[in-house]
């Protein structure tokens, strides 16, 4: 992502309804499908400014890795943890070493998916499992996937299929932010529509904020457990092939 969309996750990730909610889904999709009881060794890949890495260490220890010098710099401060820099697969990390990874919406930015995936499957502890959240309906493309550097987006199959390429096999798939669909996906058409540029998250007010919070993160409830046919993301959870 460019300089300014790094910017401006610095200054509303922490109440922005789209990461509030997005943490309480992941929460429960770890909670739901987590390698092994106890404490965890987790690798969090494109750790971005560093909104997750709290969330993350209540599952276990943290190691992170951010390309982007400035927002490291701003995750390393706020977490305290010494974060890598890099890019897969040009990032020294030992093989075996992670009960789990995660990529939060991390995976479309990455031109080379299948050979990143494939790399991060090498890191894997024995029943270890990766889990990847992506923007999902690749017919809502739109300026905001431009702004935000985005390579794709993915359809359910084209997502499970990529895991598959690089080794490894899917066991739980679900698309979420569903309940919002329709509302996002006419933003998104009407942009097209009127030509507008630029990404869709800016701070709403204080009222319209709480609501979209809330809807967002109900789906906290059933996520981590239904296979939700259609919803603008998709979350995957997937384990090394076994040969």
Known sequence: MDRAAYDRMAEIDKDHWWFVARRKIIAALIERHRPKAGPLRILEVGAGTGSNLALLQRFGSVDAIEPDDDARAFAEQRSGLSIKGGYLPH???????????????????????????????????PGGRILVTVPGAPWMWSAHDVAHHHQRRYTGRQLRETFQRAGLAPRFLSHFNTLLFPLIALV???????????????MPSRPVNAVLTALFGAERHWVASLSMPFGVSIAIVAAPTMR
């Open 188 to 202: 998104r058409l009407i942009g097209k529509v009127t030509g507008k540029e630029g990404g869709d998250d800016a």
């Open 91 to 125: 990032v020294p990390l030992d093989d075996g070493a992670y009960d789990l990874i995660v990529l939060l919406d991390v995976l479309e930015h990455i031109p080379q998916d299948v050979e990143a995936l494939a790399y991060l499957r090498t890191k894997l502890a």
